[in-house]
Structure formats: structure tokens, C-alpha cells
């Protein structure tokens, strides 16, 4: 959440398609048979910890700014 809120701050918009793709799967996974509350659970742990790292990436890819030369 942080990391989505300082992207934000800075309007870039590269995290969408994890968040993006995030929002298709998790929900196809979790709909896929009978899961007891163990396997549910970990299956959203799985999926928010892989976006999670997957956005955090993003966020530490920052672009240098281009150095002034006098």
C-alpha cells in the first residue's frame, strides 16, 4: 500500500499491470474447487506476498536524474 501511495505521489503508473493482473488471478484461484480455509488463506498469503514483492520492485526502480554539467 505504501509503495503503490509514494508511485502515486510521483504519477507513475508502471504498477498497474501487477495490481491489474492481481485482481484476474487471485479470484480465479480462490473459485477453482472446494479449499478449506487453510489452502484459502494460503493462496491469498501466496498471491499478496508475490504482488506485494512484484510492485515493491517497481517502486525501488527508480530512474536517475540527469546530472547538470556547468
Request: aromatic share 8%; net charge positive; with cysteine.
Given at each position: 500500500?505504501l509503495?503503490?501511495?509514494?508511485m502515486?505521489?510521483?504519477?507513475?503508473?508502471?504498477?498497474?499491470?501487477?495490481?491489474?493482473?492481481?485482481?484476474?488471478?487471485?479470484?480465479?484461484?480462490?473459485?477453482?474447487?472446494?479449499?478449506?480455509?487453510?489452502?484459502?488463506?494460503?493462496?491469498?498469503?501466496?498471491?499478496?506476498?508475490?504482488?506485494?514483492?512484484?510492485?515493491?520492485?517497481?517502486?525501488?526502480?527508480?530512474?536517475?536524474p540527469?546530472?547538470?554539467?556547468?
Open positions: 500500500y509503495v503503490v501511495q509514494y502515486l505521489a510521483l504519477g507513475r503508473m508502471s504498477f498497474l499491470w501487477v495490481l491489474g493482473l492481481v485482481a484476474v488471478a487471485e479470484p480465479l484461484m480462490l473459485s477453482a474447487g472446494n479449499l478449506s480455509l487453510v489452502s484459502f488463506a494460503t493462496i491469498v498469503l501466496g498471491v499478496q506476498c508475490i504482488a506485494a514483492s512484484a510492485v515493491l520492485a517497481l517502486g525501488l526502480h527508480v530512474r536517475q540527469a546530472t547538470i554539467r556547468a
